[in-house]
């Protein structure tokens, strides 16, 4: 079974930044897409980015957070990461990372089945 831990949440101020990473377990990483979801209190599940796994390493984003978040990852270390940049207060949520199955094409929200047990990120105003 694969493993996925999040990591590097925390409380910030407005305005700063947090990198957040996610270990994955296994060694079949470099063949699943990854994606990083949130999860703020009373909201549904908000997808915020995905990198596949081609060597191409195709990013797709949230329209709403294009600019501010960078996912990457390093397939010699099965870790996927979401670099955070002007965080605001609606920023606040637990984050989830994700995967699908291996060698999946696309980034439809709904093939991303695996889900780390989350890492809390609170930004102050």
């Known amino acids: 079974q694969v493993h996925l831990v999040e990591s590097g949440g925390g409380l910030v101020q407005a305005g700063g930044s947090l990198r957040l990473s996610c270990a994955v377990s296994?060694?079949?990483?470099?063949?699943?897409?990854m994606g990083w979801f949130r999860q703020a209190p009373g909201r549904d599940r908000e997808f915020v980015a995905a990198i596949s796994w081609t060597g191409l390493g195709n990013t797709y984003y949230s329209d709403s957070l294009k600019g501010r978040f960078t996912i990457s990852r390093d397939n010699a270390k099965n870790t996927v990461y979401l670099q955070m940049d002007s965080l605001v207060p609606e920023d606040t949520a637990v984050y989830y990372c994700a995967r699908t199955a291996e060698y999946y094409y696309g980034f439809k929200v709904d093939a991303f089945h695996s889900w780390g047990q989350g890492t809390q990120v609170t930004v102050s105003s």
């Open positions: 296994g060694r079949t990483f470099s063949t699943y897409t």
